[in-house]
C-alpha cells in the first residue's frame, strides 16, 4: 500500500525564520514523484516543489526547498525567510509514475508577525 | 501556466435534488481528470478518476450512482450528484492531467440543505 504521513498536523514559524515540514511516504516502487501543495484560505491546490525521485539532488524553488532522503523515504519541505503569506495547509503528496496522486493529512503553517 | 476552473463556485441545494459541477482544462487538452472530496480540515480523498470517452474509475466506496461522472472531451468534465443529501455537503476539488502534471481546479463548495 501506498501511503503518505504527515506527522504535524500543525506548525507555527516567526516571520523570516525558516521552518521544516516533514513528510513520509511508503512504497516499493522505483520510479515515482514527490510534491508538496499549498492549499490557502481559498482551498486553491498551488504546487509548491517537485522532486523526480531518480534525482538525487535536492529540488529548490526560491525560498522552499526539500530533504529527499529516499533510503529513509523522507521528503522534508523547508521555508526559509517565512512571509505572511506562506500561511497555509501544506499537503505533501506522492506519484507512482504517471498514475493519481496520494496525499497526506496536510500541516497547518501559522506565521507569526 | 495551466488553467483549470470549475463552476460553480458553491452551490446551495436541497435534499433530494440533483447538482452538476463542471471541471474544464482552459487552455490545454487533458486526458485525464480527477475527482477529489475534501472535509473541513482534512486532506484532499479521490472519488474516481476519468479518462476521455470512457467510463470513470471509482474509489473504493465512492457510490458510483450517486456520484455520475461524464469526461465528453478533452476539456470538459462533469460530476453530478444525484439525489442529495446533507451528508453530501462537502468541498470538490477537480484535476486535469497534461501529460505529465496535474493542475486544480479552485474547488465547488457544495451545501445540501
Not at chain 1, 29 to 47: A, C, G, H, N, T
Request: neutral net charge.
Amino acid at each position: 500500500a501506498q501511503t503518505v504521513t504527515q506527522s504535524q498536523p500543525e506548525m507555527s514559524v516567526q516571520e523570516a525564520e525558516t521552518v521544516t515540514l516533514s513528510c513520509t511516504y511508503d512504497t516499493s516502487e522505483s520510479d515515482y514523484y514527490l510534491f508538496w501543495y499549498k492549499q490557502p484560505p481559498s482551498r486553491q491546490m498551488i504546487l509548491v516543489i517537485r522532486q523526480e525521485a531518480y534525482k538525487q539532488q535536492n529540488a529548490t524553488e526560491n525560498r522552499f526547498s526539500v530533504n529527499f532522503q529516499k533510503a529513509a523515504k523522507s521528503f522534508s519541505l523547508k521555508i526559509s525567510d517565512s512571509q505572511l503569506g506562506d500561511a497555509a495547509m501544506y499537503f505533501c503528496a506522492y506519484r507512482p509514475g504517471a498514475n493519481n496522486l496520494f496525499f497526506g493529512t496536510g500541516t497547518r503553517l501559522t506565521v507569526i508577525p | 501556466g495551466a488553467v483549470v476552473s470549475q463552476h460553480p463556485s458553491w452551490v446551495i441545494c436541497k435534499s433530494g435534488t440533483s447538482v452538476k459541477i463542471e471541471c474544464r482544462s482552459l487552455d490545454f487538452q487533458a486526458t485525464t481528470m480527477f475527482w477529489y472530496r475534501q472535509f473541513p480540515k482534512q486532506s484532499l480523498m479521490l472519488m474516481a478518476t476519468s479518462n476521455e470517452g470512457s467510463k470513470a474509475t471509482y474509489e473504493q466506496g465512492v457510490e458510483k450512482d450517486k456520484f455520475l461522472i461524464n469526461h465528453a472531451s478533452l476539456t470538459l468534465s462533469t460530476l453530478t450528484v444525484t439525489s442529495a443529501h446533507p451528508e453530501d455537503s462537502s468541498f470538490y476539488i477537480c484535476s486535469a492531467k497534461e501529460t505529465y502534471e496535474q493542475y486544480f481546479g479552485p474547488g465547488t463548495r457544495l451545501t445540501v440543505t
